[in-house]
T-cell receptor, first 114, second 113 residues
């Protein structure tokens, strides 16, 4: 099965600090997505990114968040000044390598803000 | 995207078929039914999707009613490792609109020995 990798698997940070979460998606798809899941709650959409531009974002994705594709394969989600309520699992996702039939999720990064 | 309704929880005996229902009475003609599952806190795992014909892959079968207002995911021989939250999502195909997927609460399937 195709894989999406994410690093780190667990990030602990102090409130107010910046964090960068990384994702290496399948192949060289131009699309990728970030979702988050607060413990015990639903998986929530954050942002979709296409061809180096944000194509859609949710209300959660405020000015504290940004996404980038710093090189040809990695995608990043940056939270500039973390808050306690940012503690969650963060998942990136991309379409499958065979086309656009499905969406594959990474294993997630657990972010803990103290 | 059309709204879906799933039972909050189901139990299944190990080795038996698990049948997970999903209602999507407002589904549009160009919307597909996608199924994902999430084991503990892992990333959602794609299982299967379909438009109107029944589909089968190595993981599961998807039965969609003729009016497309409901569907059933079938795990033919459930194992303990199939214990997870199963999500039914209705949306247009990704090649049509690669926008977000909206996750509901899903069905928590517990496979018991």
């Amino acid at each position: 099965e195709p894989e999406v990798t994410q690093t780190p698997s667990h990030q602990v940070t102090q409130m107010g600090q910046e964090v960068i979460l990384r994702c290496v998606p399948i192949s060289n798809h131009l699309y990728f997505y970030w979702y988050r899941q607060i413990l015990g709650q639903k998986v929530e959409f954050l942002v979709s990114f296409y061809n180096n531009e944000i194509s859609e974002k949710s209300e959660i994705f405020d000015d504290q968040f940004s996404v980038e594709r710093p090189d040809g394969s990695n995608f990043t989600l940056k939270i500039r000044s973390t808050k306690l309520e940012d503690s969650a699992m963060y998942f990136c996702a991309t379409p499958g390598s065979g086309g656009m039939d499905e969406q594959f999720f990474g294993p997630g990064t657990r972010l803990t803000v103290l | 995207d059309a709204k879906t309704t799933q039972p909050p929880s189901m139990d299944c005996a190990e080795g038996r078929a698990a049948n997970l229902p999903c209602n999507h009475s407002t589904i549009s003609g160009n919307e597909y039914v996608y199924w994902y599952r999430q084991i503990h806190s892992q990333g959602p795992q794609y299982i299967i999707h379909g438009l109107k014909n029944n589909e089968t892959n190595e993981m599961a079968s998807l039965i969609i009613t003729e009016d497309r207002k409901s569907s059933t995911l079938i795990l033919p021989h459930a194992t303990l490792r199939d214990t997870a939250v199963y999500y039914c999502i209705v949306r247009v195909a990704f090649w049509t609109n690669a926008g977000k997927s909206t996750f509901g609460d899903g069905t928590t399937l517990t496979v018991k020995p």
